[in-house]
């Protein structure tokens, strides 16, 4: 098999989708310049805002929110699914597409079928236990799996023969040096670089109960010298924070530049989002997990394996209070040996070469 001509690329919806297909991307073409990348995505996705702007090519395809439960009907049934399966099939053809790579999300379905009816070589990239709706349609057409954490193949019967190949992501991740960078970071943010900071994402939409609680502590905290660096989430009503702080509390709508606000920290406080065990995890930054609590529960089985290497702290939503954070982060994000040994815990559990890896997955699924 020589190099990749042309690869379809089809995830999208939520940036757990985008931001791992994107990476991947990125490593395609670090390799070859000249290989044709095209992205499928939906007329409403994030993908329309991610993956423009990144010099990409997307093509809008029409897709539906699928039933939870996979089966052969679903496919049968509805005329619509054919009717984007189609709207993929002419993409695919019009690119002559050696390969079509999915990361889930409606818009990766219609792909799916697309592929498997001209028999193309198809591989599909999971990071949910369990897997997506999506993934698991197309993994009834493929046996070309890969997963982006080591414990999924055992906790789910449809990942047991999976590839663990790890989580693309940005290169602007996987080379950070976060001491080096952290007095810059602190600078761009206006944090003081001789007292700790704790970085408080709870994802590209944010979370309510983690920003309430925070809030609540920050009197607190701020006494004890901690500072804080608090995106509140681009959807969320922003919480009033004391005014009257002896040390800087930052808050932020949303912040593009992830890297900084790692870079700045000493400990962090997030959901349990793939994407995001699989950055804080490569970097070896100490977090506490507070897992989003009405789902199946994915978000705790994400973040669990790496609180129980040592790289991290657990708590149930409902027990995440300004009580509990004052009694938890003030004693450990002041204990520079042991946020020392959890980041090193995080790191040993985590890995940066998800692209890399993928990338050699994919040329021999094609190969095959």
């Known amino acids: 098999m020589g190099p990749l001509r042309s690869v379809v690329l089809a995830g999208g919806g939520t940036g757990g989708h985008v931001y791992p297909l994107l990476a991947f991307a ?13 992205c499928l995505g939906t007329p409403r996705g994030m993908e329309n805002d991610l993956i423009p702007p990144q010099g990409y090519d997307l093509r809008q395809i029409p897709a539906y929110q699928l039933p939870r439960s996979v089966n052969m009907n679903l496919v049968r049934t509805p005329g619509r699914m054919w009717t984007a399966a189609r709207a ?8 002559r597409a050696d390969v079509v790579v999915g990361f889930g999300g409606y818009v990766a379905v219609p792909a799916y079928l697309a592929a498997w009816r001209r028999e193309l070589p198809m591989v599909i990239h999971e990071v949910n236990v369990p897997p997506g709706v999506a993934n698991r349609l197309g993994m009834k057409f493929t046996k070309n799996v890969a997963v982006g954490f080591p414990n999924q193949p055992s906790q789910a019967e449809s990942l047991r023969d999976a590839t663990v190949v790890g989580v693309p992501l940005r290169r602007a991740i996987t080379g950070l040096d976060r001491y080096a960078l952290r007095n810059a970071a602190r600078a761009h943010f206006g944090l003081r670089p001789d007292l700790p900071v704790l970085f408080v994402s709870g994802g590209s939409s944010g979370a309510r109960s983690i920003n309430l609680a925070v809030s609540g502590a920050a009197k607190e905290l701020a006494r004890n010298g901690v500072q804080v660096l608090h995106v509140m989430g681009a959807r969320n009503e922003p919480v009033p924070i004391p005014t009257d702080l002896p040390v800087p509390y930052v808050t932020l ?8 606000g790692y870079a700045a920290a000493d400990l962090m406080l997030a959901r349990g989002g793939a994407m995001t065990v699989a950055e804080v995890a490569a970097i070896g930054l100490p977090t506490i997990y507070v897992p989003y609590p009405h789902s199946n529960q994915e978000q705790r089985r ?3 394996p790496v609180v129980e290497a040592g790289g991290g702290l657990l708590v149930d939503d ?10 938890t982060v003030i004693p450990l994000i002041r204990d520079p040996q042991r946020l020392y040994s959890m980041g090193a815990a995080a790191g040993a559990y985590g890995r940066r070469d998800g692209d890399e890896a993928l990338r050699s997955f994919v040329l021999a699924a094609v190969a095959r």
């Open 26 to 38: 990125d490593c395609l073409r670090r390799h070859d310049p000249g290989v044709r990348i095209t």
């Open 302 to 304: 994400n973040a669990l």
């Open 88 to 95: 993929a099939g002419k993409v695919i053809d019009e690119v």
């Open 318 to 327: 409902a027990e995440l209070t300004p009580d509990w954070l004052e009694r």
């Open 253 to 260: 709508p949303y912040l593009s530049e992830m890297e900084l």
